[in-house]
């Protein structure tokens, strides 16, 4: 199923009656994911409109995998049996001003929450690449977006609510729920059906955006510190030719604190004299406004802009996180492999995120630079590069990105995740059999 197809059967969703196949695929015509790359192994996609819904699907079935937003690489949302999409359970369920919180149902997708908010003058922390992605599915997996003080979109989620294997609501929170909670926020979709979740929010803010051309190796090499806190989200995009950044996104918030005036170099960089798409050939149309053109948080913290193709759309994507204080070392290493990745590269990306403590994200007790790579979509090619990169990163104990493609084994996971054991007794206290799990997780997680 290509991607129009698939956002057909989307809508389709809201009008299908609750717990009904969804559709039924031809087989020419596959349920896969966002990329193409992955054809998934059922058809049988069924949805629900309410927390019942959930619960009788959920009691009526030995297997099942929630699918988010279908945006993952890799086959952690994959199924050979069904899935269930919470799409039809979208609503804002309440916004508290005093506590500083919003609750969402988790069929909600950032592009939905982000100018409601703003609307009711809040804004989140931070956000991904792009706003397409659910809410759900995205803390599920640990995604990020950028800045040195900023911890992935986990860490917003304050409590959550999810349906168990037996079918009996489970509520958990920060405050009240220490362990238990910070087991479950990432968790990778092994725990239970998320229902809700609850997020922290902060008055709306306005930012504005520059982008700098050219930036050479050497600069960054010096000057990484600076560059990193030079403003509220950084990030990098490099081809790896030539020893150099090609373009430097500066995300700064407003009122900015010192001023940045915009000079027309930075360390080297040039100040672009017009907007840019990350991959340069492609057109900027798709990409928020940039050129220190003030704007609402949630049009300017994402690359792309809700509506459009964000990224490429032809693609497969890595990512890798290292420990900050291991950032030079990291990117001159893979650096020196250019040769081998720049032929099936379109892009690399390198940004920063706060360390954490929620247990399966890649950032938990640890600042991290994460180093990813938007490949052309040639599998064979991309499959035979990631052990070279991941043999490169090891002495950093790269942590692969949950949603994207990587080989690391699975031993070498288990060995760098120090809450991984207690993760899975949590995993096997909410879902005794394995009703949530898959190859994926069984692989890289229950093996
Ligand atoms: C173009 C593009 C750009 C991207 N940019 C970024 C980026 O900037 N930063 C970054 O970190 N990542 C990025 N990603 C990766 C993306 O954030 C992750 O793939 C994310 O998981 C997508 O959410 P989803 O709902 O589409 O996930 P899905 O693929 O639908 O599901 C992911 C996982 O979450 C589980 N899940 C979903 N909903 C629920 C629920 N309600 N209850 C329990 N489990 C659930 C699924 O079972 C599955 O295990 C990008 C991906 C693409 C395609």
Redesign the pocket.
Known sequence: MNKRTFLKACSAVLTSRVLSPLLTWSSKDKLT???GNIEYGTEKLYSAKSVKDVQDFVRNRNKL?????????NT??DSNSEFLS?KPMDQVVNLDANAKTVTIE??LSYGQLCPHLDREGWALHNL???P???V???C??????SGEKNG?LATAVSALE?VNANGDLVKLTRSQDGEAFRAAVV?????????KLTLDIQPRFMMKQYVYQDLPMNELKENFDAIESAAYSVSLFTDWREKRINEVWLKIRMPEQPVFDAPAEFFGAKRATRNLHPIIELSAENCTEQMGVPGPWYDRLPH?RMGFM??AGK?L?T?YFVPRHNAIDAILAIARLHNQTSPHLLITEIRTIAADDLWMSPCYKQSSVTIHFTWKPDWPAVRRLLPVIEKELSPFHGRP????LFTISPADIHSRYERLPEFIEACKKYDPHGKFRNEFLNRNIFS
């Open positions: 994911n966002w990329a995998k929630v699918l988010g937003t279908h945006h993952c690489f952690i949302a919470l988790s069929g991904a690449s792009l397409h992605i659910s759900a599915g995205a599920s997996t640990a995604t990020h977006g992935n999810m968790g990778l979709g092994a725990m239970g059906v998320i229902t792309f964000p990224s693609e994507q990512e990105h949950w949603a994207k």
